[in-house]
């Protein structure tokens, strides 16, 4: 018989499995659920993306592209990024073109993180970080960020996290779960605190297309941060393009040439299609973005708004498309309130300690849904919040 145990990398045996696609599944599992867990955009990849995709079929464009990403994508994220958040990146050295997001976190973690370093993590937050940088010997050291100080990283909490062990510092803003931002004061105080280290900071700015009130600001954009910061960023959220599995990222040239070893050993290139897709996306499709960022500002306020209506008190996110209501006053805990609700009334929500500890108390809804599923929605949680009193 195998011993399965002694073959099983360990680190990976103790991992746990992602608390969203739990919830996920059990809703595919529910008939008839609602389910308002995943961050996944409702609305259809833009018809002038997908006919370019169409077009590169047709035209046999299937074969591999360079490691790197085809060349004018590129140029084209170069360019982006330069009138977004107003920093110049290299097309040839210092762009790397992924499958999704999530690889581009996973090779930046990867090519920086050695056993026995520090990484410092703001929870809550995405699930994947801990995991890749565990993964990998690091260790995660957890920076917990608050309601009252509206999600943002502080930085005292930062100054305070710092060892001579620490590598790295994952920013995730805007944040999934909270929808939290950090402002260009925000960010000064964080470089501030950073400047005479040798912190790398990864930003994840998945993001960076839906902020409301505000536009997005990059620490790349703080005098000194650029030669710092490996900047993650992708077409799955802004551009609802979240099955084509195309991200990027940006960094200094050092660090971009030891992600590409890495990229072209696990990868080889990013899906060639997709690329030609995204070229599209980035040359005409930017209105379109805007036009999917207004919808969701319109059923933000909506979803806040009912929420409190309901007593269940709801911070205001100022970014991606998440809201995430304290639920704390039902006497529930998140796993509970969750569960009890799918099951009674076949709505999926996530309970907000998958995104870390501090997140116990709260729950995530993502208003990624059509309005007409998040009238429905709010109505069967009051029902559900009325009959709990009962």
């Known amino acids: 018989m195998m011993d399965y145990n002694k073959i099983i990398n360990k680190a990976t045996r103790v991992m746990k499995p992602s608390g969203i696609r739990k919830f996920f599944d059990l809703a595919a599992t529910t008939e008839g659920a609602i389910s308002l867990g995943v ?50 990146y290299d097309s040839e050295s210092e762009i790397i073109v992924t499958v999704g997001g999530s690889e581009a976190i996973d090779l930046s973690i990867r090519a920086m993180i050695e056993p026995g370093d520090e990484v410092l993590i703001i929870e809550p937050c995405f699930v994947c970080y801990r995991p890749i940088v565990e993964l990998c010997g690091g260790t995660a050291v957890i920076i917990e960020t608050k309601e009252e100080d509206n999600f943002k990283l502080t930085a005292d909490e930062l100054r305070e996290k710092i060892t001579d062990k620490t590598k790295a510092l994952v920013l995730p803003f805007p944040n999934n779960p909270t929808g939290a931002i950090m402002t260009r ?166 309970p907000g300690n998958a995104f870390g500890d501090c997140g116990e108390g709260f729950v995530r809804v993502s208003y990624a849904y059509s309005l007409k599923h998040l009238k429905i929605a709010l109505k069967c949680i009051g029902e559900f919040l009325e009959e709990l009193k009962a």
Request: net charge negative; charged share 25%.
């Open 185 to 350: 004061e925000d960010l000064e105080a964080i470089a501030e605190v950073l400047r005479g280290t040798n912190i790398m900071v990864l930003s994840d700015e998945i993001y960076s297309e839906l902020t409301y009130g505000r536009k997005h600001t990059s620490i790349v954009e703080i005098d000194g941060m650029k030669e710092r910061t490996v900047l993650i960023n992708g077409f799955s959220k802004g551009f609802a393009m979240t099955g084509w599995r195309l991200g990027f990222l940006c960094g200094p040239k050092e660090i971009v040439s030891q992600v590409l070893k890495i990229h072209q050993y696990v990868i080889m290139s990013s899906p060639t299609v997709s690329q030609y897709a995204a070229i599209e996306g980035l040359q005409n499709c930017l209105s379109d973005v805007k036009m999917m960022a207004e919808e969701y500002d319109m059923r933000r306020r909506f979803v806040v708004d009912g929420f409190n209506k309901l007593g269940l008190h709801c911070f205001t996110p100022e970014g991606a498309f998440y809201v995430f209501p304290c639920i704390k006053s039902t006497g529930l805990s998140s796993e509970e309130f969750c569960e009890k609700l799918l099951l009674s009334k076949k709505v999926a929500v996530v």
């Open 39 to 88: 961050g996944e955009p409702d609305f259809q990849t833009p018809w002038p993306i997908r006919r370019a995709a169409i077009t590169a079929l047709e035209q046999g464009k299937t074969f591999y592209t360079a490691n790197a990403g085809l060349a004018d994508l590129r140029a084209e994220i170069s360019r982006y990024i330069e009138n977004s958040v107003h920093t110049h």
